[in-house]
C-alpha cells in the first residue's frame, strides 16, 4: 500500500527553516499518521525565494506527479520500497483550475500533475529504490534549478548528490536560455549542438569513446557530485540502503534538514534521533509554556 501524506508549512524569517522542518514532523506525528515500515519517506523542500511545481513521475504517491511548491514550503510523500522515478522543478507556471496551463522551463506539457518526462533544460534527480538503492541528480538534459538529493538514516555509501550553485549566473551564452533579459536556465551541449559526440551516441556511444567535453567539464567543476555527462557514473551515481531522502530546491550546501520515519526523527548532520515519545513531550511542554505567556 502505497500513502501520500501532504503538509504544507510556510517559513518566513526570523526562524530558521529547519526549525520549521522540524515542527512540520511534529504537526506530522500529532496528526496520528505513521509511516509504514515497508515505506520510503521522500521530503521536498522548496527553499528557493520563489514558488515553483515539483513535477514527479510516475507520480501515484507524490501528489499524483505535480503541485505548486510556495517558497520556503516543503511537502511529505511515502513511497514503497521497489519505487523508481524521477523528480525535477518547474518554473514560471501558470494552471487553470482544471490543471491545464505551462511553464517557463521544465514542463511536462500542458498538465499540472506530470506523467511524461519533463523539457529539457531541467535539473533531474532519479531514484532506483532496490535492494540497493541508487539515486543521482543529473545534468545530462541541462540545468534549470539548484537542486540536492540527501539520503537520511540509511546505510552505506549514503552521500548527498547534487547541485546546489546556481550555474543560470555561469552558464556560457550558447547555452543559456533567456526570458525577460535574464539567464532562466541552460541547456546542455547535446540539446544544443546535437551532436554524436555531445549526445555520447553513435561512435562516441559507449564509455570508452564518449569523455568530458569542454561544457560537461564546466558542469562538473560547478557540480561535482552531479551527473554531467551519459558516462559521468563512477563520481555521479550514489548508492545507500533503506534511506528517507530530503531533495532540496535551491538548499545551502550544509543546511539541516530532517526526516520522520519508523516512529523516530532524524536530521542530517546530527547523530541525535528524537523518539515518539520525546517529541510528545516536547510539545506538551510547548503548550504550557505557550499557554503561559
Known amino acids: 500500500m502505497t500513502m501520500t501524506i501532504t503538509i504544507t508549512i510556510t517559513m518566513t524569517p526570523p526562524v530558521p527553516s529547519s526549525m520549521h522542518v522540524f515542527f512540520l514532523w511534529i504537526l506530522l506525528l500529532s496528526s496520528g499518521n505513521i509511516l509504514s515500515d515497508c515505506a520510503r519517506v521522500f521530503t521536498i523542500i522548496n527553499d528557493c525565494d520563489e514558488?515553483?511545481?515539483?513535477?514527479?513521475?510516475?507520480?501515484?504517491?507524490?501528489?499524483?506527479?505535480?503541485?505548486?511548491?510556495?517558497?520556503?514550503?516543503?511537502r511529505v510523500h511515502t513511497a514503497p520500497v521497489g519505487w523508481s522515478g524521477r523528480i525535477w522543478g518547474r518554473?514560471?507556471?501558470?494552471?487553470?483550475?482544471?490543471?491545464?496551463?505551462?511553464?517557463?522551463?521544465?514542463?511536462c506539457g500542458s498538465s499540472l500533475q506530470c506523467t511524461a518526462s519533463g523539457e529539457t533544460p531541467s535539473t533531474l534527480a532519479e531514484f532506483t529504490l532496490t535492494t540497493l538503492e541508487f539515486y543521482d541528480v543529473s545534468l545530462v538534459d541541462g540545468f534549470n534549478l539548484p537542486m540536492s538529493v540527501r539520503p537520511v538514516s540509511g546505510k552505506g555509501n549514503c552521500s548527498v548528490a547534487g547541485c546546489v550553485g546556481d550555474l543560470r549566473k555561469n552558464c556560457p551564452s550558447e547555452l543559456s536560455v533567456k526570458a525577460g533579459g535574464k539567464?532562466?536556465?541552460?541547456?546542455?551541449?547535446?540539446?544544443?549542438?546535437?551532436?554524436?559526440?555531445?549526445?555520447?551516441?553513435?561512435?562516441?556511444?559507449?564509455?570508452?569513446?564518449?569523455?568530458p567535453t569542454y561544457y560537461s567539464k564546466k558542469f562538473k567543476d560547478a557540480c561535482p557530485t552531479s551527473y554531467s555527462y551519459a558516462y559521468d557514473d563512477p563520481t555521479s551515481i550514489f548508492t545507500c540502503s533503506g534511506a528517507d531522502y530530503i531533495i532540496t530546491f535551491c538548499g545551502a550546501k550544509n543546511q539541516t534538514q530532517c526526516t520522520y520515519h519508523n516512529n523516530k526523527l532524524h536530521c542530517s548532520g546530527s547523530t541525535m534521533v528524537f523518539t515518539k515519545k520525546w517529541i510528545f513531550n516536547f510539545m506538551v511542554a510547548l503548550i504550557v509554556v505557550c499557554l503561559s505567556m
Not at 514558488?51 to 510516475?58: G, L, V
Not at 501558470?94 to 505551462?102: A, E, K, L, Q, R
Open 51 to 74: 514558488t515553483i511545481w515539483p513535477a514527479i513521475t510516475p507520480g501515484e504517491s507524490f501528489g499524483g506527479g505535480g503541485y505548486a511548491l510556495r517558497a520556503k514550503e516543503s
Open 91 to 107: 518554473t514560471k507556471c501558470s494552471f487553470d483550475p482544471s490543471g491545464n496551463g505551462t511553464c517557463l522551463t521544465g514542463r
Open 183 to 211: 539567464v532562466v536556465a541552460c541547456r546542455s551541449a547535446c540539446d544544443v549542438f546535437n551532436t554524436d559526440e555531445y549526445c555520447c551516441r553513435g561512435v562516441y556511444g559507449n564509455s570508452a569513446t564518449c569523455q
